[in-house]
């Protein structure tokens, strides 16, 4: 429950009282300071501390900036609310997000208020609403085996290797472009995958 007022009264006191000692012996209390956090600095923190890459950390920071924050970041960690978390997610749909954007938003803000739960700072974790997190992603079109060698021979040999690799390896584009020569074995025939690389906002390749 609330800490009492400034002025209260015996009875309001020691209803505070029995409610706090119900809870210290359910081990459920906690401080209602450590909620008085606002989510923009307790998500910021979160995402500078976690053990992420570069590229997740980036977005991840894109992300909360873009549609956590300009709408619960003002909002203290006590005071997000399932219904809060409800009317923010319907209005990222209703303003133009797609149900993808929304679900890695959902799914990013579970998991910094999971870390608030795990900190003692609430009681339980508002995001609670069934489906959220999932997202309808469109099916993709696959190219046939003729298409894939058309387009292979329509580009510079130097590329020919690699539009191959991609359609016929199922290796992501970061594990493509780290191939080297000696990662390929044409006796086996095999191919190794030591490394990845992954870009950067800075356009680096790291």
């Given at each position: 429950?609330?800490?009492?007022?400034?002025?209260?009264?015996?009875?309001?006191?020691?209803?505070?009282?029995?409610?706090?000692?119900?809870?210290?012996?359910?081990g459920e209390w906690i401080d209602p300071l450590l909620?008085?956090?606002?989510?923009?600095?307790?998500?910021?923190?979160?995402?500078?501390?976690?053990?992420?890459?570069?590229?997740?950390?980036?977005?991840?920071?894109?992300?909360?900036?873009?549609?956590?924050?300009?709408?619960?970041?003002?909002?203290?960690?006590?005071?997000?609310?399932?219904?809060?978390?409800?009317?923010?997610?319907?209005?990222?749909?209703?303003?133009?997000?797609?149900?993808?954007?929304?679900?890695?938003?959902?799914?990013?803000?579970?998991?910094?208020?999971?870390?608030?739960?795990?900190?003692?700072?609430?009681?339980?974790?508002?995001?609670?609403?069934?489906?959220?997190?999932?997202?309808?992603?469109?099916e993709r079109p696959t190219a046939s085996v003729e298409q894939v060698f058309t387009l292979s021979?329509?580009?510079?040999?130097?590329?020919?290797?690699?539009?191959?690799?991609?359609?016929?390896?199922?290796?992501?584009?970061?594990?493509?472009?780290?191939?080297?020569?000696?990662?390929?074995?044409?006796?086996?025939?095999?191919?190794?995958?030591?490394?990845?690389?992954?870009?950067?906002?800075?356009?680096?390749?790291?």
């Amino acid at each position: 429950g609330n800490s009492p007022g400034l002025d209260p009264t015996k009875t309001d006191a020691n209803a505070w009282l029995s409610t706090v000692e119900a809870d210290l012996l359910r081990g459920e209390w906690i401080d209602p300071l450590l909620g008085k956090v606002k989510l923009a600095e307790y998500g910021d923190r979160w995402i500078k501390e976690r053990e992420l890459g570069v590229r997740t950390r980036e977005e991840y920071a894109r992300q909360f900036r873009l549609h956590v924050k300009p709408f619960l970041g003002e909002k203290l960690l006590s005071d997000i609310s399932t219904e809060t978390v409800r009317t923010w997610r319907r209005h990222l749909l209703d303003n133009g997000r797609s149900e993808t954007t929304t679900a890695k938003a959902y799914r990013l803000l579970r998991a910094v208020m999971n870390t608030a739960l795990d900190d003692n700072r609430i009681k339980r974790n508002p995001c609670r609403i069934k489906g959220a997190d999932q997202e309808k992603a469109p099916e993709r079109p696959t190219a046939s085996v003729e298409q894939v060698f058309t387009l292979s021979e329509s580009v510079p040999p130097r590329s020919r290797v690699l539009i191959l690799a991609a359609a016929f390896t199922g290796l992501r584009w970061g594990e493509l472009i780290g191939l080297r020569r000696c990662d390929v074995d044409l006796d086996a025939p095999s191919v190794r995958v030591p490394r990845r690389l992954a870009q950067v906002n800075s356009g680096k390749l790291v």
